[in-house]
C-alpha cells in the first residue's frame, strides 16, 4: 500500500485532532516524523514538519474531509471588530519576536516559539483570544 503526504504541520496537537478526524470517517492515515518533531522540536522545520499520510486509495475522500474540516473551523471564528471569517493564527509581527530569532539563532540550536495571534484579513485587527459567545440566562 503506498502512502501519500497531504498535509505538514508545526504541532502535534491539531495533527493528531486531524488524523482521529479522517480515520473516524474511514480514512486510513498516519503520522509521520511526530516523534521527532515532538521531542526534538528544532529540528521540524527541518524535517518537513509532522506529515498527514494518507493511503492512496483514500486521498480523494481525505481532500475532500479536508476541505470541509477547514471550512467549519474557519466558519466557527468571526473577528471581533468586523465579523469576517477571513481569520488565520499567524505569528505576531513584532520586534521581540525578531529579536528572539535573531538571538537565538546566533547563539545555538534552541528554538523558542513566537508569539501568536488571530489575525484578520479583511480589517487587520489582532487578537489574542478568540472571543467567548456571550451565554444567554
Given at each position: 500500500?503506498?502512502?501519500?503526504?497531504?498535509?505538514?504541520?508545526?504541532?502535534?496537537?491539531p495533527?493528531?485532532?486531524?488524523?482521529?478526524?479522517l480515520e473516524?470517517e474511514?480514512?486510513?492515515?498516519?503520522?509521520?516524523?511526530?516523534?521527532?518533531?515532538?521531542?526534538?522540536?528544532?529540528?521540524?522545520?527541518?524535517?518537513?514538519?509532522i506529515?498527514?499520510?494518507v493511503?492512496?486509495?483514500?486521498?480523494?475522500?481525505?481532500?475532500s474531509?479536508?476541505?470541509?474540516f477547514?471550512?467549519?473551523?474557519?466558519?466557527?471564528?468571526?473577528?471581533p471588530?468586523?465579523?469576517?471569517?477571513?481569520?488565520?493564527?499567524?505569528?505576531?509581527?513584532?520586534?521581540?519576536?525578531?529579536?528572539?530569532?535573531?538571538?537565538?539563532?546566533?547563539?545555538?540550536?534552541?528554538?523558542?516559539?513566537s508569539?501568536?495571534?488571530y489575525?484578520?484579513?479583511?480589517?487587520?485587527?489582532?487578537?489574542?483570544k478568540?472571543?467567548?459567545?456571550?451565554?444567554?440566562?
Open positions: 500500500m503506498n502512502f501519500v503526504e497531504l498535509r505538514s504541520f508545526d504541532n502535534y496537537i495533527a493528531n485532532i486531524i488524523q482521529g478526524r473516524a474511514g480514512v486510513f492515515c498516519y503520522l509521520a516524523d511526530a516523534n521527532t518533531s515532538t521531542i526534538i522540536p528544532f529540528l521540524s522545520n527541518s524535517i518537513g514538519g506529515k498527514l499520510m493511503s492512496d486509495d483514500d486521498v480523494e475522500k481525505a481532500k474531509l479536508l476541505s470541509e477547514d471550512s467549519a473551523y474557519t466558519q466557527s471564528l468571526a473577528c471588530q468586523c465579523g469576517s471569517h477571513d481569520i488565520h493564527y499567524i505569528a505576531k509581527s513584532s520586534v521581540n519576536n525578531w529579536i528572539s530569532a535573531i538571538f537565538f539563532w546566533l547563539i545555538g540550536n534552541y528554538a523558542i516559539a508569539e501568536q495571534v489575525h484578520c484579513y479583511h480589517c487587520g485587527f489582532e487578537f489574542e478568540i472571543p467567548e459567545e456571550p451565554t444567554e440566562s
